[in-house]
């Protein structure tokens, strides 16, 4: 989405950044894993196509997709390379033609050892908050695998309510609709959250999306085109 394209949320645990041609190294490493693949219903992409997905990612208007950084890490200097500090990403899906106020959350945790520590649980909230700020939604839906019990447990702790249970997706749906005290609760979880400019500290400016350029594969391209326990939600967060 360009929306967030030059956009850092930037809470007490995790950095919220856009999703850029760095980051895909280390993403397509992750979806290697056939546990990540089953409870993120994804496919086993190639890298090249791994590259496809993120231009056309952040192309999308139905998507807001973050990745999701160590904060502490991250901030640490001399800065070490984005890629190191990637823990998972988190994802938006503004696909109800019907409801433009209704966002299905996707978060996911990849690291093992960042599992656990409220980091899937600060991005949730960041980017709750920043859906309610920024794009005006007014409800919030996720679907979870049956068996992954550590996320059903943190949208419940997130106000979520269970209201649909398939056997045949092997799934369950929670929602959660954001009244104005609902509304209040969220910015007062993110009261502390820090919004910066992402390359504002590039020496040039970023003239032109990736989309926009011409890559030879396999040359790296530029950057652009912008439950705790196992913290991944089910979902269509890969579309095929």
Same mark, same amino acid.
């Given at each position: 989405?360009?929306?967030?394209?030059?956009?850092? @949320?930037?809470?007490?645990?995790?950095?919220?950044?856009?999703?850029?041609?760095?980051?895909?190294?280390?993403?397509?490493?992750?979806?290697?894993?056939?546990?990540?693949?089953?409870?993120?219903?994804?496919?086993?992409?190639? @890298? /090249?196509? +791994?590259?496809?997905?993120?231009?056309?990612?952040?192309?999308?208007? #139905?998507?807001?997709?973050? !990745?999701?950084?160590? *904060? /502490?890490?991250?901030?640490?200097? $001399?800065?070490?390379?984005?890629? =190191?500090?990637?823990?998972?990403?988190?994802?938006?899906?503004?696909?109800?033609?019907?409801? $433009?106020?209704?966002? +299905? !959350?996707?978060?996911? !945790?990849?690291? $093992?050892?960042? %599992?656990?520590?409220?980091?899937?649980?600060?991005?949730?909230? @960041?980017?709750? =908050?920043?859906?309610?700020?920024?794009?005006?939604?007014?409800?919030? +839906? *996720?679907? !979870?695998?049956?068996?992954? +019990? $550590?996320?059903?447990?943190?949208?419940?702790?997130?106000?979520?309510?269970? &209201?649909?249970?398939?056997?045949?997706?092997?799934?369950?749906?929670? %929602?959660? *609709?954001?009244?104005?005290?609902?509304?209040?609760?969220?910015?007062?979880?993110?009261?502390?959250?820090?919004?910066?400019?992402? %390359?504002?500290?590039? *020496?040039?400016?970023?003239?032109?999306?990736?989309?926009?350029?011409?890559?030879?594969?396999?040359?790296?391209?530029? #950057?652009?085109?912008?439950?705790?326990?196992?913290? &991944?939600?089910?979902?269509?967060?890969?579309?095929?």
């Amino acid at each position: 989405m360009r929306l967030n394209q030059n956009t850092v @949320l930037l809470g007490k645990k995790v950095a919220l950044v856009p999703y850029t041609s760095e980051h895909v190294p280390r993403y397509h490493e992750w979806m290697k894993s056939e546990e990540l693949r089953h409870l993120t219903a994804s496919e086993l992409l190639t @890298l /090249e196509q +791994e590259y496809e997905m993120q231009c056309s990612w952040c192309e999308d208007e #139905d998507k807001c997709t973050f !990745i999701v950084l160590d *904060a /502490e890490k991250w901030q640490a200097q $001399p800065r070490p390379p984005e890629e =190191s500090c990637m823990v998972g990403d988190v994802n938006l899906f503004l696909t109800d033609l019907e409801d $433009p106020t209704l966002g +299905e !959350i996707e978060v996911m !945790i990849a690291e $093992p050892s960042c %599992r656990g520590q409220g980091l899937g649980t600060e991005a949730s909230l @960041l980017m709750m =908050s920043y859906g309610v700020t920024k794009l005006g939604l007014t409800k919030f +839906e *996720a679907k !979870i695998g049956q068996e992954n +019990e $550590p996320s059903i447990r943190m949208f419940q702790k997130l106000h979520f309510k269970q &209201v649909a249970v398939s056997n045949v997706f092997q799934e369950v749906t929670l %929602r959660l *609709a954001v009244t104005e005290a609902e509304r209040q609760w969220l910015l007062e979880q993110t009261s502390h959250v820090e919004e910066k400019p992402y %390359r504002v500290e590039l *020496a040039e400016p970023v003239a032109a999306t990736l989309c926009e350029q011409t890559w030879s594969h396999p040359l790296p391209r530029p #950057d652009s085109c912008m439950g705790e326990s196992c913290t &991944v939600s089910s979902g269509c967060s890969r579309p095929s």
